[in-house]
């Protein structure tokens, strides 16, 4: 047995072999909290915001970071990010909505989306925010006349194709055409037929690209910014005026591996390399504005839209062992926590680094680990990946061992198992790290379990409730009882 050489950032610590964030002891808030619960720090949030907009800015003089709200729309963390001085993307009428109750200005907003409602444009027309994505020649044409209807004048940005491939998994990439989103340079000229017949009502103020999400290595950015350098010349020779702004997206990533440059690799480990990030998103948003300055120049504004790089390793998921078993040659964790609240480990397969928080100083083991619900799918390993893999390993038998972990790098997703301190059991609590981006929004009620509480760590060593536990009302509230009306 070793000891874990994992690593976690250094706001995070190691008390009397408690996890602590922030200095505050993390097996003391599911004391007073429950479990499962999620614990965010006001500190590491904030200093994610202003990190990744000063190297923007020291990159470009007119660079905007727009938060992609739809990794974290929680009305706390809302608020902090506009403290700290960005702008805000929004992506439904919903999203504006909470983005308006938190404080941000129409002309703080873009709005993307490829399936926006005529009631959700119609209130970003009449609110004229700053810019709307637009993501196909019919939306632009629906966009057209609303605004020609309403007497007023849309402001419209173009979301094109680059044909840049970005993103840990399939499902998160976006820059090419076998996504759903964008434009394709046969769809831009149909756009532009439909703005030179509504001039009055359109208003072309810039263009925008998003190639995915995760892209851990600059030179897909430095891609998208020469894209939008060829397109930005072309649109402002075909429209016969400037456009006030190039949008680059967002994408930026967070290190989910935790591994240390010179720790051993595990076996299986090679999973792992499709979440880590070996460079700070802060510091890959300095070079990809530095070249949109050279190769777009500075009289024009670049946005940003971070996300996920910019609330992900915000947070912890604490989640208690219910149950332990022996199967398969391995010990097995039963948590309270399974993807009813962290969607992406079953959707995209997404990893979580995890720790037994109780138990910092042990020796580890490995151990298969699985949630609570009545549902094969919900374990924190790649079940699909690990059955198809054999699957073809049998249909195979002519491959090299070399082959065979090539063929499990494409297939497998996920670790088949985590190495946590060899004395857990029932009743311990395990961290799951980073998961800040893309779970509260995504919770749900599934097998009747009740979405997690939230609370956050402040400034002043306070922690606040920023989302309640549901309670059993919750499961019921939005249905009709038997003697209804």
């Keep these: ?117 005529v009631a959700e444009l119609s209130e970003a027309i009449a609110l004229q925010i700053r810019a709307i994505n637009v993501d196909s020649p019919y939306e632009l044409k629906r966009i057209a006349e609303i605004a020609q209807g309403s007497g007023r004048r849309a402001a419209v940005s173009l979301r094109l194709i680059p044909g840049i491939a970005g993103g840990a998994t399939p499902g998160i990439q976006t820059g090419n055409v076998t996504s759903k989103f964008g434009m394709t340079q046969e769809e831009l000229g149909e756009a532009l037929e439909i703005i030179a017949a509504h001039r009055q009502a359109l208003d072309v103020v810039g263009m925008h690209l998003h190639i995915g999400s995760q892209v851990t290595e600059a030179d897909a950015f430095l891609a998208g910014v020469k894209f939008a350098a060829a397109q930005m010349q072309a649109l402002n020779e075909k429209l016969g005026m400037p456009l006030q702004l190039v949008n680059l997206g967002g994408g930026y990533p967070t290190d989910y591996a935790h591994q240390q440059p010179t720790m051993p690799r595990r076996p299986g480990s090679n999973e792992l390399d499709h979440f880590a990030a070996p460079r700070s998103a802060a510091t890959m948003v300095g070079e990809v504005a530095t070249a949109a300055k050279r190769w777009i120049g500075d009289g024009i504004d ?89 699957s073809l390993l049998k249909r195979l038998p002519e491959l090299t061992p ?26 311990d609590i395990i961290a799951l790290h980073d998961v800040g981006a893309y779970s509260l929004e995504e919770m749900f009620q ?14 002043d060593d306070q922690v606040q409730v920023i989302r309640s536990r549901d309670d059993h009302a919750a499961l019921t509230q939005h249905e009709r009882s038997d003697d209804a009306a």
């Design 1 to 117: 047995m070793t000891i874990a050489a994992h690593r976690v950032d250094r706001h995070f610590g190691n008390r009397n072999g408690h996890l602590t964030l922030d200095g505050v002891d993390l097996i003391s808030l599911t004391e007073k909290y429950g479990s499962p619960l999620f614990v965010f720090s006001e500190r590491k949030l904030r200093d994610n915001a202003s990190n990744f907009l000063k190297s923007a800015r020291a990159g470009h003089p007119r660079a905007t970071v727009c938060y992609a709200s739809k990794a974290c729309s929680n009305l706390h963390v809302l608020r902090l990010i506009r403290e700290e001085g960005l702008d805000i993307e929004i992506n439904s009428g919903g999203e504006l909505h909470k983005a308006l109750v938190a404080g941000f200005a129409p002309q703080q907003m873009v709005f993307n989306g490829v399936a926006k409602s």
């Design 302 to 390: 670049v946005l940003f839209e971070p996300g996920r790089s910019l609330v992900a390793d915000c947070a912890v998921l604490l989640s208690r062992v219910e149950s332990k078993r022996q199967r398969g040659g391995l010990p097995w964790l039963y948590l309270d926590a399974g993807y009813n609240l962290l969607l992406d480990s079953a959707s995209v397969r997404w990893y979580y680094h995890m720790q037994t928080a109780n138990r910092l100083d042990a020796a580890v083991t490995d151990f298969r680990v699985v949630g609570p619900l009545c549902d094969s799918a919900d374990c924190f390993f790649d079940v699909e990946g690990e059955y198809l893999l054999q």
């Design 402 to 427: 070399d082959q065979q972990q090539a063929l499990r790098s494409e297939v497998v997703r996920l670790p088949a198992s985590r190495p946590l301190a060899r004395d857990t059991q029932p009743g």
């Design 446 to 459: 599934y097998c009747g379990r009740l979405r997690a509480a939230a609370v956050m760590i402040r400034w």
